[in-house]
């Protein structure tokens, strides 16, 4: 009687075992199936020596631009330069058919060596005339005559060497030579084409080396930076140079220094601006007349400042933030106030420290007082921007 009751108890101890073995399993199968705390990636924030600074947009433009003018009329009879090549101050450029100013040149050294010629005349008559008219020999009417032709001689002899040099001149003008060291246009008339005397434009050069920059500075950033020269004169006791740097559309950053030299005297009405200019050397011929370029004024002295990548900082209805990573490796909101943005980095005026970890990446996987697991990365960015602002 007590056989089957023996048996049905083992059989509940094997199905309790088994239970508790699915328990575990399926246990274990949920431990492995939970999720992992996100990574993210976080950096510390970093000091820089920085200085605040403007952007604007502005554009190129010649030291000197001179229009090359025919400056006697005539045949063009060679074209001596290579279009768009440099040249220098002196070489030869155009030359027109000289033939009728040699002539011209001829005839008035003709007409020089004519009056000379009855100058020296009319010195001897008048020598004569001074010796006869004390002793009666001739009048004072035949006197006046004699000094009246010699004045009017040396007169003619004025005009004809002033005809001499205009010939002369025009002669000269039938080789035209470059006024300046620069680069040229091509030519706009072809040999064997008539010129024109001050009215014809042959081409155009432009200095190369320094370039200007001109643009536009705002009233705001005007006065703001007359205060501070304002300051500095009576600080220093002498005017400081002010930077300026520029960048080109396929350059990153600003890699070309220079000074302004130059602001207007007066705003223009209608935009509230005051145009300034800077020069900048051009050893390397990159600048030209007529580009666009990024223009950086820097502003003030530097300081230092805390930055953090640029990616790091979200917005929220206007509002930036960043995510901060605590001593629990937890998420935590936090607010902050920006700055300038520096190739990268932003400057971070308000809202946290040194010492904090800021989430660079995986900031969308990411919720406040989320748990997560942190690998420290270095802030990206570019020094040299910064050390040239």
């Known amino acids: 009687m007590k056989r089957p009751a023996t048996i049905l108890g083992g059989c509940l101890c094997l199905l309790y075992l088994t239970a508790c073995l699915g328990c575990d399993k399926a246990s274990a ?12 990636d976080v950096c510390l924030p970093t000091y820089r020596e920085i200085t605040d600074f403007e952007d604007f947009t502005g554009q190129t433009e010649s030291v000197r631009t001179i229009d090359i003018r025919a400056r006697v009329t005539g045949y063009l009879r060679e074209v001596h330069f290579k279009h768009g090549a440099e040249v ?31 100058l020296n005349r009319l010195k001897l008559d008048f020598a004569r005339a001074e010796r006869n008219h004390p002793m009666g020999v001739i009048t004072q009417e035949q006197f006046d005559l004699v000094k009246g032709d010699l004045a009017e001689a040396e007169a003619n002899l004025k005009t004809a060497k002033a005809q001499l040099k205009i010939a002369t001149v025009n002669l000269g003008y039938c080789t035209i030579r470059a006024p300046i060291d620069g680069r040229m246009s091509r030519p706009n008339v072809d040999p064997g084409n008539l010129v024109r005397a001050d009215d014809t434009l042959l081409t155009r050069i ?4 320094p370039m200007w920059v001109y643009f536009d500075l705002d009233e705001r950033t005007m006065l703001r930076l007359n205060r501070l020269a304002q300051s500095s004169e009576s600080d220093a006791g002498a005017e400081e140079t002010v930077r300026v ?7 990153e950053g600003y890699p070309h220094q220079g000074v302004l030299n130059f602001e207007d005297n007066r705003l223009d009405p209608n935009t509230g ?45 206007g509002q ?55 690998k420290l990365t270095e802030s990206n960015g570019n020094d040299n921007n910064d050390k040239r602002s």
């Open 273 to 317: 601006t005051l145009r300034v200019r800077g020069e900048f050397a051009n050893d390397d011929r990159l600048l030209r007349p007529g580009l666009f370029v990024r223009v950086r004024l820097p502003i003030g002295d530097m300081y230092q400042a805390l930055l953090v990548p640029e990616q790091a900082v979200g917005t929220d209805q």
């Open 88 to 118: 220098k101050k002196g070489d030869l450029l155009f030359e027109i058919d000289p033939p009728y100013y040699e002539a011209e040149q001829s005839r008035t050294q003709g007409l020089v060596a004519q009056a000379e010629a009855r």
């Open 320 to 374: 930036k933030f960043v995510y901060v990573v605590d001593s629990d490796d937890k998420i935590t909101y936090r607010r902050i106030k920006t700055g300038k943005l520096y190739e990268g980095l932003r400057v971070i005026t308000d809202g946290i420290s040194s010492g904090d970890r800021i989430v660079t990446t995986g900031v969308q996987r990411v919720q406040p007082g989320m748990k997560v697991e942190v």
């Open 29 to 40: 199968t949920a431990a492995s199936q939970m999720p992992k705390a996100p990574e993210v």
């Open 245 to 251: 740097f520029i960048g080109l559309a396929d350059e």
């Open 206 to 209: 432009v200095a190369q080396n």
